[in-house]
């Protein structure tokens, strides 16, 4: 689609005065100019597995039950990784963009790097968790607790100290905690992937903008599903065609934006 009638669509949403969000809707494309490896690209976390993992068995719950140091250990090395990190130059815009739009902003991401938080970033909603909370693996409780800071960034062959595995132990029922992450076995809930929230923002969204995701998990399809059901447009912005492009091609308010999200980010700015 040409850029004049991205322009179009992005002014018709701006314009709308019922069920006006803006919704940006992030995932691991936006980091990746950071430094931080996507996950189903070609050098994807999930294409090529890590040194210990395979991609079809590390990122489960089950994998954690009967491996959680390992799973603990490899989390420590993915926030050294997160730390060295710095928000790069989308991230500040989407600050920006945050600052001129204010209460009809919205932001959905399924990072867990904590890069739009380091931005700036205020109305965020983690959809995939982050890595700075755990909780109770045995979910003997509703409680979410900050991952201890005492615990050093690891390497890919640091263990855990056995200190360091006592700070990882539920305070309630002292079974082991977990990262407050989501993965591949498990299923969105409110509680702590905010589901229905994120739903109800994409009800009332009159511009929804895909930012570097591929839609390989359900929630982000349906944001976009619901957003097309109750009128607003969806842009999305990628290097290539992706499972949002199969699952919406078809559908009338779905547009394709291709090229780089800080190009596109620059656009935006300089329409609103």
């Not at 294409?47 to 395979?54: E, M, V």
């Not at 491996?67 to 815009?93: C, G, I």
């Not at 994409?202 to 511009?207: D, Y």
């Amino acid at each position: 689609m040409s850029k004049n009638n991205i322009k179009e669509i992005i002014k018709e949403g701006l314009n709308r005065s019922r069920r006006n969000n803006v919704t940006f809707l992030t995932g691991a494309g936006v980091s990746s100019a950071s430094g931080i490896p996507t996950y189903r690209g070609s050098d994807g976390i999930w294409i090529k597995g890590t040194k210990f993992y395979k991609p079809e068995s590390f990122g489960t719950f089950k994998h954690f039950k009967n491996n959680p140091d390992e799973v603990w250990q490899y989390t420590f090395f993915r926030k050294k990784m997160f730390a060295e990190a710095l928000p790069n130059e989308s991230h500040y815009d989407l600050v920006a963009i945050e600052n001129i739009l204010k209460e009809r902003f919205q932001l959905i991401t399924q990072n867990i790097d904590n890069l739009h938080q380091r931005a700036g970033s205020k109305n965020i909603f983690e959809i995939h968790g982050n890595l700075r909370e755990m909780r109770c693996s045995d979910e003997c409780s509703k409680e979410v607790y900050e991952i201890p800071s005492k615990i050093s960034f690891k390497d890919y062959d640091e263990d855990l100290t056995t200190e360091e595995k006592e700070l990882l132990v539920c305070p309630q029922c002292d079974k082991v905690t977990r990262p407050n992450i989501l993965w591949f076995d498990e299923y969105y809930n409110e509680r702590n992937f905010k589901i229905h929230t994120t739903l109800k923002i994409a009800k009332n969204t009159s511009l929804m903008i895909i930012l570097g995701s591929s839609g390989a998990t359900n929630l982000p399809n349906s944001l976009v599903q619901q957003t097309i059901k109750y009128g607003g447009s969806v842009i999305d912005v990628n290097m290539e065609d992706n499972n949002f492009t199969e699952n919406f091609k078809d559908k009338k308010r779905f547009y394709s934006y291709r090229g780089t999200v800080s190009e596109f980010l620059k656009d935006f700015l300089n329409e609103i």
